[in-house]
């Protein structure tokens, strides 16, 4: 009995993390990193800046879902270009 229990929680469910590409904007490197709803995809991902030697990371979540991944890769890096231009450095305090 505990070894099904044991086999269904670590077996088969690592996932093996896709390597995203950034979009560089204005100093900052966008990761567009949708989050998996089911049938659709969450708007998600990061924003990133080395600042002094050390990378600041702003996770970006928004409650925007597509029906396509590439469609929610694309309106992550518009809303987060826009989220660089409003907020600039004080997004990382």
Not at 3 to 11: A, D, M, N, R, V
Not at 33 to 39: A, L, N, Y
Not at 71 to 78: E, H, K, L, T
Request: charged content about 30%.
């Amino acid at each position: 009995m505990f070894g099904k229990l044991f086999k269904s929680l670590f077996s088969g469910s690592e996932k093996t993390a896709a390597k995203v590409e950034p979009v560089e904007y204005k100093g900052y490197l966008i990761y567009a990193e949708p989050m998996d709803e089911g049938s659709q995809y969450r708007l998600a991902g990061r924003i990133c800046k080395e600042i002094n030697g050390e990378v600041k990371t702003h996770v970006f979540i928004r409650s925007d879902l597509f029906p396509s991944k590439e469609d929610a890769s694309q309106w992550m890096v518009r809303k987060a270009e826009l989220f660089i231009d409003q907020s600039g450095d004080s997004m990382f305090q």
